[in-house]
């Protein structure tokens, strides 16, 4: 009785302080604006099964994939044995689960499996981290120590359940169904032992001790994401990666545009920043890092969660005025000061601020002093900016990420808010917003000209086909939808005219809109200038809806991905292919043959934007793969492992001033297989690929060719 006694008052005071943290936990997340992550529950659950459950995205690195794996596998397995431990504890007496019958045996067989698994993967952790010295898993001295910390713990929370069951199987024999294995070959140490008893209630305290105080270590630590994984998995972005939600500027009551703060961000994004594992896993494929650049995508996630930390226990106070951006409503509340309350008054937006700290609950008692809190800034002290403006959106880290963190979201957040409301951007970026505006591309070219490529091909524009108005769906042809990149550049434009040579050759009946295309906005969006980006897309819409375009395809992938991702956000519903899906199509339908050998070695470089944003690798590795004589190698960084360019994000209008060139970094991989031609199928990647290639002194010898090139070469 006195162990139950005990027990229930340690289990009451543990409960209390998950709870607490709890509290604390949700409030901050309230802050964040509101995101609907609540629909498809049915597709949310299958993919906590697959990536949360399943690990799915742990498993991409084939060392640390086993070893957090069976780690993880393994406490879910010994949940069943701390029910038991706290049943045992709340009777005084033993308990167990063997009423479940074979199914018991199964349960405490397994248990014992994977505390072997467990015992060995935290000692290959802690030998990666201290002998090999894993670059990704370097840190301050506070995060070696936590994570340090946390093998310990694991390590004692199944070293002490094995003794346990040993030592209680030694003094009564197995529980009916107990397959305890582990535990059967070390209780005869303890069989005739004097002290079996204590070393079994020693072990049994040691076991669930650690337990509790290892959940209520967690919100304090790095390993918070042991919690919240499951929930972020579960709220993850259902959209394809490389989508970004549109700003309603018709919204009278959005007086502030992208994000300069934690209330700016969303509750999902400061969710992130509770469930970021610190596995630098992000880190290790930034193109931008890789290359000596300061963007670290962990850092961004890390520094939002501190900022967090430091803000909003002022914003959360008791008893203080906010404005609650979850229902757009104003709240009101009991002020408390000196302990006598104000009464009720309503607020506004502007008065949420850190100014209400009165009634500051114990637990939310904040490291930093409210001044200094005011003082700093979230982009600047907290976040270099100039580590925004380095990101190539490639959705790398979006890709590698094992709890679904949405990094390239919130750096576009960022971004959006010093554009719009800071005015603040690299000066080169002002000349691409200004010739979106009045040239309708990121070039200083005449929007008259955009159509020239087509003269001596014999190809109809829209207007041309006087079908503005048609309702007859049935003969619609497709819209080739050029992009400024194959409409102006003279490289690009190669691309194009073989692209439409091949449609002629199969006879596919399309047209293009010339003169009246416009910039998807894509890079404007990226670039942050959301409203630049609006007025192109909603343009285009109109002109695309007035020609009542069913289907559309394009050469750039970065079109493409707004065309089908983003434009239905404006009533921009289309079916879009990207040039690469379209010929194989015509290859598999025989519409075009391939009958001439290319006797080459190639190489295929993904485009982030085709690949990891829209999981097209298949389609343009089998045209290549159709062509006879061709040689195809992979290289090292390939699929949705491939590396990024260096274009994306609005980098093909800026200059790289610290570090190596990305494109330089991505050329010397493809030259390394060997290669004499690099294959491409986005103008963005051929324009880096070449200007690569031609400076690692290999212009002559080597040859960057889209898909397009290469295959018209073969089949006509």
């Known amino acids: 009785m006195i162990k139950a006694i005990i027990f229930a008052t340690v289990l009451i005071a543990a409960f209390a302080g998950i709870l ?46 086993p070893i957090h794996a ?42 014992d499996a994977f505390i072997v698994l467990v015992v060995i993967s935290v000692v290959a952790a802690l030998w990666r981290r201290f002998i090999t010295h894993v670059k990704r898993l370097e840190g301050d001295k506070h995060e070696k120590l936590d994570a340090t910390l946390i093998l310990v713990l694991i390590l004692i929370i199944v070293c002490s359940l094995t003794i346990d069951n040993a030592a209680r199987i030694a003094m009564n024999g197995a529980y009916p169904h107990e397959a305890h294995w582990l535990a059967a070959l070390i209780a005869p140490m303890f069989v005739g032992t004097a002290f079996t008893s204590l070393i079994y209630e020693s072990a049994w305290w040691i ?7 290892f959940m209520n270590y967690l919100p304090y630590s790095k390993h918070l994401h042991v919690i919240t994984s499951l929930p972020n998995v579960y709220f993850s972005d259902l959209r394809k990666k490389n989508y970004l939600k549109p700003i309603d ?70 008893g203080a005025y906010g404005f609650n951006s979850w229902s757009g409503e104003i709240v009101k509340a009991q002020v408390a000061t000196n302990g006598n309350p104000s009464g009720d008054e309503v607020v506004t937006p502007e008065d949420h601020s850190i100014d209400h700290p009165q009634g500051m609950l114990l637990f939310q008692q904040p490291k930093m002093k409210r001044e200094e809190v005011e003082s700093r800034k979230f982009v600047g002290d907290y976040i270099p900016e100039e580590m925004l403006w380095q990101c190539t959106t490639c959705q790398a880290c979006m890709t590698e990420c094992p709890v679904t963190i949405e990094h390239v979201d919130e750096i576009i ?28 591309s990121p070039w200083a070219f005449s929007p008259s000209e955009r159509g020239d490529w087509a003269h001596d091909l014999g190809i109809k524009t829209m207007a041309e086909d006087g079908r503005a108005g048609s309702t007859d769906l049935r003969e619609q042809p497709i819209l080739f939808w050029v992009g400024c990149a194959g409409s102006y550049d003279q490289r690009a434009k190669k691309i194009t005219k073989a692209f439409a040579e091949l449609m002629q050759l199969a006879e596919i009946d399309f047209r293009i809109l010339g003169n009246e295309e416009k910039c998807t906005g894509d890079p404007a969006r990226r670039m942050g200038n959301e409203y630049l980006a609006q007025m192109l897309i909603k343009e285009n819409v109109e002109t695309l809806n007035r020609y009542k375009v069913t289907k559309v395809v394009t050469t750039c992938p970065h079109c493409f991905n707004a065309i089908k991702n983003e434009w239905k956000d404006f009533d921009g519903h289309y079916e879009v292919q990207h040039h690469t899906e379209f010929i194989k199509e015509l290859l598999d339908t025989g519409r075009i043959k391939p009958t001439k050998e290319l006797l080459e070695r190639a190489t295929y470089h993904d485009s982030c934007y085709l690949g990891r944003s829209n999981d097209i690798y298949d389609a343009p590795r089998n045209a290549l793969e159709s062509i006879p004589g061709l040689d195809i190698i992979e290289m090292d960084r390939s699929r949705s492992k491939g590396m990024c360019c260096g274009a994306g994000g609005g980098q093909m209008w800026m200059e790289e001033k610290a570090g190596k060139r990305i494109n330089i970094e991505r050329t010397e991989e493809a030259l390394a297989t060997g290669a004499k031609v690099v294959a491409s199928a986005c103008p963005y990647c051929m324009t880096m690929l ?24 073969a089949v006509r």
């Open 413 to 440: 957040d960022l971004r959006r808010n010093l554009v719009m409301m800071e005015s603040s951007f690299p000066s080169e970026l002002q000349p691409a917003f200004s010739n979106m505006e009045n040239n309708f």
């Open 207 to 213: 076991h669930i001790v650690t337990v509790l105080g």
């Open 70 to 111: 069976f780690i993880f596998w393994g406490f879910m397995v010994l949940l069943f044995a701390v029910i038991e431990s706290i049943g045992e504890g709340l009777t005084g007496g033993h308990f167990s689960l063997s009423f479940l019958g074979p199914v018991y045996a199964i349960i405490t067989a397994s248990q």
């Open 20 to 65: 607490i943290n709890a509290k604390r936990l949700t409030a901050f997340l309230r802050l964040g604006k509101w995101t609907n992550r609540f629909d498809h529950p049915n597709e949310r659950v299958k993919r906590v099964l697959g990536i949360a459950i399943g690990q799915s995205k742990i498993f991409r690195d084939p060392i640390a994939g």
């Open 249 to 318: 500027f018709a919204d009278e009551t959005i007086t502030k545009y992208g994000a300069s703060d934690i209330e700016d961000l969303t509750w999902k994004q400061l969710l992130d920043g509770d469930t970021c594992t610190h596995c630098g896993r992000c880190t290790a494929v930034c193109p931008a890092y890789a290359t000596g650049k300061i963007l670290d995508p962990r850092k961004i996630i890390i520094a939002t969660h501190q900022r967090m930390l430091d803000k909003a226990p002022y914003l959360t106070a008791q």
């Open 690 to 713: 070449t200007d690569g290639v031609k400076a690692k002194g290999e212009g002559d010898n080597v040859q960057v060719r889209d898909i397009a090139e290469i295959v018209l070469d």
